[in-house]
């Protein structure tokens, strides 16, 4: 009776139910949600889904054409209403060829910058001639600068991106900023963690900066050897200090972490 | 023996399992999803808000201050660097005040709405001039009119989105004419259906016609009584035949589908 009584138990834990989502038997371990909760989370995903199209829709519409697409596309130009030039200052360094300005919307800039707000509706220089010098930048990455300001978008690569997310420092525009960040952190690894560090430490870039020191303290063993540890510490030893308060942080918390797991 | 089995096989129908979302019990017939499964639905959700949170920064940056935002703010008007006014031309009917002049800028307006574009890129007396008129339409609709085109948002009543939806009709922006879309079909009801119909088949509204005809159809019976109807039949019959003609199809369908399920 009391074999057959266990039996009984054994059967009743391998009972199984059917997964709605994968079809799959499950039993009483891999149990997941019930029905209700199981439709709640659909109809969840869907709103949020719905959500999703309707504010590519709306970024749709409130993106801007770009003056730059306006350039190439069979309107004149004097079709595209602008009335600022920006200017790469350094483009035409030295050579005989004057730099390609860059046409735009005072409206626009002034939208997306409290620099150029103040910039051109303080009238400065830039307001009364019209143009906006813009120091130590390239060409392209001037172009790509005003176009995400009437797109938000660019298509980075790790030069750009370094480019850009300096521009959007001195510009003040936090979108860019923080969309430029996000590149980064993504494409952070050991051969570039101490260049983007010192990158970040320069520009501001608090979540690159955190990124990069979590990654470069994970790996303490190897940095001293490391040619661009050594350029650091003769350049900018106040930055290799930072490393170090950060990694000793870092242990004492594992330590007292650990500590407080092996309290009874 | 046998009687044990059967108890056994009971014992099995009433396992519960504990659902991860409501920490309610469940049994076999209320089963939702497996563990994976719910973690995965998990995650999905996390993902698709990080995402709308992401669009929604987006939004933020792309939304234009709205020059009407920009009237009541410290900075002189001048600074708003408008090249273009809308005026509601039957706003001073006959009166002797001058109609207010909505100030906006000629590239946001080209850029928002291909008949803004037609009009002012082809040296027409409204480029000319800096005056678009806009007739037919109070002051108020105007502002938000202008104001949408800035921000893709509009604070509706439903007289406001009639008035909308006819300017976003005739301008073509149709991000606006499916926001006020929306909202009529939200307020549609028994009373307003007999005329949202027909203003829907005025504007080309094809989304509000529609549930303006389902909602028509499934209450046929009441039709014929109301004062609307009765209007219709004589200011524009084809209209109240375009009901008739939805009536029956709905009829047929609904028979078509009795049909086929009752076939063994």
Chains 1, 2 share one sequence.
């Not at 054994?10 to 997964?19: H, I, K, L, P, Y």
């Not at 939208?111 to 509706?121: N, Q, W």
């Not at 690159?208 to 063993?221: R, W």
């Not at 190897?222 to 200090?241: A, G, M, N, Q, S």
């Amino acid at each position: 009776m009391q074999v057959l009584r266990c039996e009984s138990t054994q059967m009743s834990d391998r009972v199984m139910m059917r997964c709605i989502s994968c079809r799959d038997e499950y039993g009483t371990r891999d149990a997941g949600t019930c029905k209700e909760c199981y439709e709640e989370a659909s109809e969840t995903e869907e709103e949020l889904k719905r959500e999703i199209e309707e504010l590519k829709a709306k970024v749709a519409f409130l993106r801007f054409w770009s003056p730059l697409d306006h350039q190439h596309s069979r309107s004149s130009p004097s079709h595209s209403f602008t009335d600022v030039v920006l200017v790469a200052s350094d483009d035409g360094f030295g050579g005989p060829v004057a730099p390609v300005p860059v046409p735009a919307h005072k409206a626009v800039l002034v939208s997306r910058s409290p620099v150029f707000k103040a910039m051109l509706e303080n009238e400065m220089e830039e307001s009364r001639s019209g143009t906006i010098k813009i120091s130590d930048i390239t060409y392209d990455a001037l172009r790509s600068f005003v176009n995400y300001l009437y797109t938000a978008e660019a298509c980075l690569d790790e030069q750009l991106a370094c480019e850009l997310l300096v521009l959007a420092e001195k510009y003040q525009v936090k979108h860019l900023k923080s969309y430029c960040e996000k590149f980064m952190v993504s494409k952070l690894n050991w051969d570039n963690s101490v260049m983007s560090f010192a990158f970040a430490h320069q520009h501001n870039a608090k979540h690159l900066l955190d990124a990069a020191l979590s990654l470069i303290t994970d790996n303490m063993d190897k940095l001293t050897k490391r040619d661009e540890y050594i350029e650091l510490v003769e350049k900018d030893p106040r930055l290799v200090v930072e490393i170090y308060e950060a990694y000793l942080s870092k242990q004492v918390n594992t330590a007292a972490h650990k500590d407080s797991n092996m309290k009874p």
